[in-house]
């Protein structure tokens, strides 16, 4: 049977740290390559832009009433139906417009 290279103490070390190194260059550019691309801005629908536009003017109203402390509920929402807003609602009121 051949005998094994014999390595130093060093030469093992070395090896280790170039390898250690280069895979976390590779983890490093697979991470930044497999970032997710920023989702471009949708728009929202004219019948969902006239909920935003109602809610706010209700809310503007009670709290000129001195009711801007309290909350206010709406049951408006269409159940079935294609459009019912509510991830426009959210987005829009949780202040990621």
């Known amino acids: 049977m051949p005998e094994p290279i014999r390595m130093s103490r ?3 070390v070395a090896a280790w740290t170039v390898l250690c190194a ?3 260059a590779a983890t490093a550019e697979l ?4 970032a ?3 989702q471009p801005e949708k728009s929202v629908s004219a019948e969902c832009a006239e909920r935003i536009a109602d809610i706010e003017t209700q809310l503007a109203k009670a709290e000129q009433e001195g009711k801007g402390d ?3 509920v ?3 929402v269409q159940v079935g139906t294609e459009d019912d807003c509510r991830d426009d609602l959210r987005n829009h009121f949780r202040g990621d417009q």
């Open 70 to 72: 309290g909350v206010l």
């Open 22 to 24: 280069a895979g976390l």
């Open 36 to 38: 997710p691309d920023p």
């Open 10 to 12: 060093r030469s093992r």
């Open 74 to 76: 709406f049951s408006r």
């Open 31 to 34: 991470n930044a390559s497999s």
